[in-house]
């Protein structure tokens, strides 16, 4: 495998950054992941345009014009024979003696490109078989908007999820509204059918992917609502789901040792499912 690391194309294996790196000392950065399907690139501009605002909203600088960042993605795609997979993006401020501050003289901002292959099989049968997840108190800053990578609580949910037994996680606010899950957004389908997903206007990363469906979801004629939800409707939910760039839609069948409707992938996120690569450019 290869990777891009500031400016260069290098064996994975020896691949780094500096000690002084400040997305190392104080997660002092920004990230993207990006779908890969039958090679081509799943919503790269609105993948970009988020990233512009993650950046934007730390006072950082592009690393490079987007034409050249397209063409350095591309590049490692094709270097690492990437035709169904995932690529990860991220910018940082660069290295510089550690010191809280934003450097006097300016860095040169890090940017690394990773690339691989996704083994299908594995999120087919999350497909089929849907996932079970925990709930966990939000515990998290209020800036998830920022795709930043301070992933420190998101990293603790999903071990807790796993040692559970669970295989994910959803943060639920102390008035039990639902939030996201610990790398995806949540969706449902409502006891009426109305497809939901609560607003991303604050308190949630608002996901590519979620977007995305949300135009789906339309064309296939859903009623749907951007509304918030608590965790009595979504236990009594049709249907409930993860988004995210890596797994577009995952079915929910059990939360907190709880079965979600019958126990089984519901046939609303299929759909979506279906129709979300014909939309996605
Ligand atoms: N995570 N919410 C959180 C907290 C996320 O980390 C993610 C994505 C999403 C969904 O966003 P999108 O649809 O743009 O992928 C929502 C990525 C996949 C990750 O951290 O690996």
Redesign the pocket.
């Given at each position: 495998r290869i990777a891009y690391v500031n400016g260069r194309y290098v064996p994975h294996a020896d691949a780094a950054v500096h000690v002084e790196d400040r997305g190392f000392q104080f997660a002092d950065g920004v990230?993207?992941?990006?779908?890969v399907r039958q090679g081509l690139i799943v919503?790269l501009t609105?993948?970009l345009d988020?990233l512009d605002r993650s950046l934007r909203e730390l006072r950082m600088k592009a690393p490079m014009a987007r034409g050249s960042l397209t063409l350095v993605i591309r590049e490692v795609l094709r270097r690492n024979h990437v035709r169904n997979g995932?690529f990860?993006l991220q910018v940082t401020r660069g290295a510089a003696r550690r010191d809280h501050f934003f450097p006097a003289a300016e860095t040169v901002p890090t940017l690394v490109v990773t690339a691989k292959n996704t083994d299908p099989a594995v999120v087919t049968k999350k497909y089929a078989n849907g996932i079970k997840v925990i709930t966990v108190p939000e515990n998290r800053w209020d800036r998830?908007d920022i795709?930043s990578v301070g992933?420190l609580p998101?990293v603790l949910a999903k071990q807790q999820a796993r040692d559970a037994g669970a295989q994910d996680a959803i943060?639920v606010d102390r008035n039990g509204v639902v939030m996201?899950?610990?790398?995806?957004?949540v969706w449902i389908v409502a006891s009426d059918g109305t497809l939901v997903t609560r607003p991303a206007e604050h308190g949630?990363?608002?996901?590519?992917?979620?977007?995305?469906i949300l135009d789906v979801a339309t064309r296939l004629g859903l009623k749907v609502a951007e509304r918030e939800f608590k965790m009595d409707e979504l236990l009594g939910a049709r249907e409930v789901f993860f988004?995210?760039?890596?797994?577009s839609c995952v079915p929910i069948v059990e939360v907190d040792g709880r079965t979600i409707a019958n126990g089984h992938p519901g046939t609303t996120s299929a759909a979506i499912r279906d129709a979300f690569f014909d939309i996605a450019e």
């Amino acid at each position: 495998r290869i990777a891009y690391v500031n400016g260069r194309y290098v064996p994975h294996a020896d691949a780094a950054v500096h000690v002084e790196d400040r997305g190392f000392q104080f997660a002092d950065g920004v990230y993207e992941v990006c779908e890969v399907r039958q090679g081509l690139i799943v919503d790269l501009t609105r993948h970009l345009d988020r990233l512009d605002r993650s950046l934007r909203e730390l006072r950082m600088k592009a690393p490079m014009a987007r034409g050249s960042l397209t063409l350095v993605i591309r590049e490692v795609l094709r270097r690492n024979h990437v035709r169904n997979g995932i690529f990860y993006l991220q910018v940082t401020r660069g290295a510089a003696r550690r010191d809280h501050f934003f450097p006097a003289a300016e860095t040169v901002p890090t940017l690394v490109v990773t690339a691989k292959n996704t083994d299908p099989a594995v999120v087919t049968k999350k497909y089929a078989n849907g996932i079970k997840v925990i709930t966990v108190p939000e515990n998290r800053w209020d800036r998830v908007d920022i795709k930043s990578v301070g992933l420190l609580p998101n990293v603790l949910a999903k071990q807790q999820a796993r040692d559970a037994g669970a295989q994910d996680a959803i943060y639920v606010d102390r008035n039990g509204v639902v939030m996201e899950g610990a790398s995806s957004n949540v969706w449902i389908v409502a006891s009426d059918g109305t497809l939901v997903t609560r607003p991303a206007e604050h308190g949630i990363l608002k996901g590519i992917t979620r977007t995305t469906i949300l135009d789906v979801a339309t064309r296939l004629g859903l009623k749907v609502a951007e509304r918030e939800f608590k965790m009595d409707e979504l236990l009594g939910a049709r249907e409930v789901f993860f988004s995210s760039a890596t797994g577009s839609c995952v079915p929910i069948v059990e939360v907190d040792g709880r079965t979600i409707a019958n126990g089984h992938p519901g046939t609303t996120s299929a759909a979506i499912r279906d129709a979300f690569f014909d939309i996605a450019e």
